[in-house]
């Protein structure tokens, strides 16, 4: 699925600064939006998640805002680290569903240089 | 907890051939969804599986099959392969609906 639209293919920050990813999601039905970290050759992580019932969401260095009226999400990381190197993906499960189904956006390569 | 494990971690097939992949999920995790990942498409949606039933299913050709046993282990196929089913195939595990999915380490196949 295609259903999830990025702003950015890749994003460079330097050591310290702050990083902000966007996402634009399809179907105004989604009501569950998760984050993911994937790192060269390993699996996705889950780095934060949030309901379409919350504006906002704040993890460890992570946050994450919903903006249903214009379906935007975005995910910002505070401090970045040469460890937060890897693609991040946004995703929205597809009309609400409960069916356990996952649309990914193609992901944001974000390299932290020192 | 031990996390999701997937195996085989790599395979190598020809075209025309079949393969069995497979997943253990999260103990106590009833929901198993498989994804294909590929530079190309990114990560897409194959099936999800809950209590031995295949509720959705994405939109791939009907080669891509799978199944889920009682103890919520699964399985996918993939039959009469092609070059362009080269790809990452991950698989998930979520405790119940709209909660968060974990990922396997997945499975890399290549078709020569």
């Known amino acids: 699925g295609e259903s999830v639209g990025l702003h950015l293919p890749t994003l460079s920050v330097q050591e310290g600064d702050s990083a902000v990813i966007k996402c634009t999601y399809s179907?105004?039905?989604?009501?569950?939006f998760p984050w993911y970290k994937q790192e060269l050759g390993k699996r996705p992580q889950l780095i934060i998640d949030?309901?379409?019932?919350?504006d906002k969401r704040q993890g460890q260095r992570v946050t994450v805002l919903l903006n249903k009226t214009v379906k935007h999400l975005s995910l910002q990381i505070a401090a970045t680290q040469p460890g937060d190197s890897a693609v991040y993906f946004c995703?929205?499960?597809?009309?609400?569903?409960?069916?356990?189904?996952?649309?990914f956006g193609r992901g944001t390569q974000l390299t932290v240089w020192p | 907890k031990a996390g999701v494990t997937q195996t085989p971690r790599y395979l190598i097939k020809t075209r025309g051939q079949q393969v069995t992949l497979s997943c253990s999920p999260i103990?106590?995790?009833?929901?198993v969804s498989w994804y294909q990942q590929t530079p190309g498409q990114g990560l897409q949606f194959l099936f999800e599986?809950?209590?031995?039933?295949?509720?959705n299913k994405g939109n791939f050709p009907g080669r891509f099959s799978g199944r889920q046993f009682s103890n919520s282990r699964s399985e996918m196929n993939v039959s009469t392969l092609e070059l362009g089913d080269s790809a990452l195939y991950l698989c998930?595990?979520?405790?119940?609906?709209?909660?968060?999915?974990?990922f396997g380490p997945g499975t890399r196949l290549t078709v020569t």
């Open positions: 998930a595990s979520s405790l119940r609906d709209n909660y968060e999915q974990y």
């Open positions: 995703a929205e499960n597809m009309g609400g569903s409960t069916l356990g189904r996952l649309y």
């Open positions: 103990s106590g995790h009833r929901s």
């Open positions: 949030i309901r379409s019932n919350m």
């Open positions: 179907d105004s039905a989604s009501n569950y």
């Open positions: 599986y809950f209590s031995e039933t295949q509720r």
